[in-house]
C-alpha cells in the first residue's frame, strides 16, 4: 500500500508564492508520472501539471510560466512551485502518483490554497 501525503497549503496574498509538497511512502513500488490537480468549489478536477519519472513536464495552459513541477525519484517526492498567485489559484489542490508495479493512480489528501485579493 502506497500513502501520499501533501503539505505546504495555505493562505497567501495575490501576487505571492507557495511550494506545495507531497510525499510517498509504504511498501516498494516503482513510481511513473507524479502530477498536480486542482479543484476549485463548484468546479471539477482539473490537471494543473504533471512530470514523468525522467523528468518531462506537462502544464495546463492557465498555469505555464507561473507554476513549476519538480520530483525528486530517490525520495519519492514531487514539489509544486506556485509564484504570482491569483485568486483563481483558490483550490484543493491534490497530488497524485502513478505507480507502475501493479499498475495503479494513488490520490493525496488534498491540501487547500486560498489566495486573496
Known amino acids: 500500500q502506497v500513502q501520499l501525503v501533501e503539505s505546504g497549503g495555505g493562505l497567501v496574498q495575490a501576487g505571492g508564492s507557495l511550494r506545495l509538497s507531497c510525499a510517498a511512502s509504504g511498501s516498494t513500488f516503482i513510481t511513473g508520472d507524479m502530477g498536480w490537480y486542482r479543484q476549485a468549489p463548484g468546479k471539477q478536477r482539473e490537471l494543473v501539471a504533471t512530470i514523468t519519472r525522467g523528468g518531462s513536464t506537462n502544464y495546463a495552459d492557465s498555469v505555464k510560466g507561473q507554476f513549476t513541477i519538480s520530483r525528486d525519484n530517490a525520495k519519492n517526492t514531487a514539489h509544486l512551485q506556485m509564484n504570482s498567485l491569483k485568486p483563481e489559484d483558490t483550490a484543493v489542490y491534490y497530488c497524485?502518483?502513478?505507480?507502475?508495479?501493479?499498475?495503479?493512480?494513488?490520490w493525496g489528501q488534498g491540501t487547500q490554497v486560498t489566495v486573496s485579493s
Open positions: 497524485k502518483l502513478q505507480v507502475l508495479v501493479p499498475m495503479r493512480d494513488y
